[in-house]
């Protein structure tokens, strides 16, 4: 299981685990020389701003001011943001749990038409950005919303609207990472405990679910990570009464530029995101160890008897209640002016005419072709530093390679709005002196998607058996020749899979993005945000229309990432 991005299983069935991959000196040189440039880039680009912005806020006079943490968390309303920000994660996750599992069990021991499909459909709230999401169950649930002719009822500003905002977004991470799983236990172990006198139930809570565990754990913490530093959602949907620790970030340093509490909070949702990462760790290693899969082929079948048949259908209709149903509204809602349905919306988008003028110094339209070029640079540069860093930890080590593994997941969870801003304050001087450059964007959106490259990669680049490359050695290739007619015509899918979830999370990240993106050059997420941050039909409207754009753009990126995929369990 990956923390984020699917697992590719190698052409080669029949390929070893590595070896080692290289020991004694040698080898530590390869892989002091493979992380050169990722730890490189992520101390540029990403601890030196974090640090900066905290040590600004924890400064005065040229002292630390260590008191003040005390001070910040010691505020009502701080803890009121704590408190909230935590037991929303709690009851989002326990919530995705419930709506999920079921799901998982369906794609992991079911085989139906469409299945590959639904799979892909399920997953794309999960690479949408969150202002998408937001603007899709605002379409929904709020002012004008559908629930609201139909019925009169607005859950808008409501925590209901961001519990079922946050299940939608990770309903997919529950049933990729448990289902991929389940995919891959031999049922016949479970057979046998029922054969022995279990009942079904006994059997798998004797056999099942404590092989299932450690995936079920590590998909809860996935769900309660990402919800727990959740902005765009609970800034769209929450309204001012809801703040979590990264939307009272963005206030405390946006808003009111009071560095001192944002640094506070900052260093406070730094230690909740380790803490996280640090479980989940143990737990993938935990399952890593004790697990014995076979071919997901062998496991799926067509369901069987009424009660089965009746559970596939509750999941179909679960996807299209929860899923299709709140991006349709968000599709409709983009044709549906005030003189009828028809292209209104998109036409405006042409133009930074009366209804815009204000919010934008170009055409709002212009905002797709800025952020398919940064997200193309974005993944460019993921690819390299994620490329190289996958390649360093497939040879196993020691805490030295487990700490670094450990890095390239932060940005996944630590505030992207502080990153963001201390981009601003840091890279202003010669020789990084880049805050008028356009590359900031996709410097910060290939931060994200780093990650995704990393998992991706690295189960396949281990799964090739390290004799190939000595073989290749002994016989007078070079490293780099080497990795060429060795790895790269086994990875090449991963690379291809990885780029495409690298290209669709830079394409929609807006937390960092919202600080640096100039005026004149918006992204996507940026310019929605933007029009539903102004009062009017038009602007409504218009962001309803950014919005679909951006939905069909990730979602033919996934579609493609499902045709070139080499596995079928699914996993994450």
Not at 294 to 313: I, M, N, Y
Not at 503 to 511: C, H, I, K, T, Y
Request: with cysteine; glycine share 10%.
């Amino acid at each position: 299981m990956a923390v984020a991005g699917p697992e590719v299983e190698p052409e080669a069935k029949g390929a070893a685990r590595p070896a080692g991959g290289g020991s004694g000196r040698r080898g530590t040189a390869v892989r002091l020389g493979l992380m050169a440039v990722p730890v490189a880039f992520f101390t540029v680009f990403f601890a030196y701003p974090v640090t900066a912005i905290v040590g600004r806020g924890l400064k005065a006079g040229g002292d630390w001011q260590f008191g003040r943490i005390g001070e910040v968390l010691a505020r009502p309303d701080i803890l009121d943001v704590l408190w909230f920000t935590t037991w929303q994660a709690l009851a989002s996750t326990a919530f995705t749990l419930l709506i999920a599992l079921p799901g998982a069990y369906v794609f992991a021991r079911f085989d139906f038409p469409g299945k590959q499909v639904l799979r892909a459909v399920v997953t794309v709230p999960f690479v949408l950005p969150t202002v998408v999401v937001g603007t899709a169950f605002l379409a929904l649930l709020g002012r004008g919303g559908l629930l609201d002719e139909l019925w009169g009822i607005r859950l808008d500003t409501t925590v209901w609207a961001i519990l079922l905002a946050h299940v939608f977004f990770n309903y997919a991470v529950v049933v990729r990472t448990v289902g991929g799983l389940w995919s891959q236990l031999d049922p016949r172990q479970e057979e046998a405990a029922r054969v022995l006198g279990a009942g079904r139930f006994a059997a798998f809570r004797r056999v099942t679910l404590p092989a299932l565990t450690p995936a079920v754990v590590a998909a809860a913490l996935m769900v309660f990570l990402f919800t727990f530093t959740s902005f765009g959602v609970v800034q769209i949907l929450g309204g001012p009464a809801y703040s979590t620790l990264e939307v009272e970030i963005y206030r405390q340093t946006a808003q009111l530029l009071d560095l001192p509490t944002a640094a506070v909070l900052t260093l406070v949702q730094f230690a909740a995101v380790g803490a996280i990462l640090a479980v989940h760790a143990a737990t993938v290693r935990r399952r890593e160890r004790a697990l014995k899969l076979v071919d997901p082929a062998r496991t799926s079948r067509r369901p069987r008897g009424p009660g089965q048949w009746a559970l596939l259908g509750g999941v179909l209709l679960t996807a299209l209640l929860l899923i299709l149903l709140p991006l349709g509204v968000l599709v409709e809602r983009s044709f549906d002016g005030s003189g009828g349905y028809g292209f209104g919306y998109y036409r405006a988008l042409q133009s930074a005419g009366s209804g815009s003028s204000s919010t934008f110094l170009v055409p709002p339209l212009e905002a797709v072709g800025n952020s398919l070029r940064y997200a193309l640079v974005a993944t460019l540069i993921a690819l390299v530093v994620g490329g190289l860093a996958a390649a360093a930890l497939t040879r196993r080590a020691g805490r030295l390679v487990r700490g670094f593994d450990a890095l390239l997941m932060l940005p996944l969870g630590v505030s992207a709005v502080t990153v963001g801003f201390g981009f601003l304050i840091t890279l202003d001087q010669p020789p990084l002196d880049l805050r008028t450059s356009w590359i900031l964007v996709p410097l910060a959106q290939a931060l994200v998607g780093v990650p995704f490259v990393v998992r991706t990669m690295l189960p396949v680049l281990r799964a090739v058996d390290d004799r190939l490359r000595e073989a290749a050695a002994v016989l007078g290739a070079s490293p780099l020749r080497a990795w060429r007619e060795v790895d790269l015509p086994l990875v090449r899918r991963a690379v291809l899979v990885a780029a495409g979830f690298a290209f669709a999370v830079s394409l929609g990240e807006f937390g960092a993005t919202v600080f640096i993106a100039r005026p004149d050059n918006p992204t996507l997420p940026v310019a929605v945000a933007r029009l539903l941050g102004r009062s009017g039909e038009l602007n409504y409207g218009q962001a309803m229309a950014l919005s679909t754009i951006l939905m069909l753009v990730c979602a033919v990126s996934l579609l493609l990432l499902e045709r070139i995929r080499t596995d079928r369990s699914g996993e994450f």
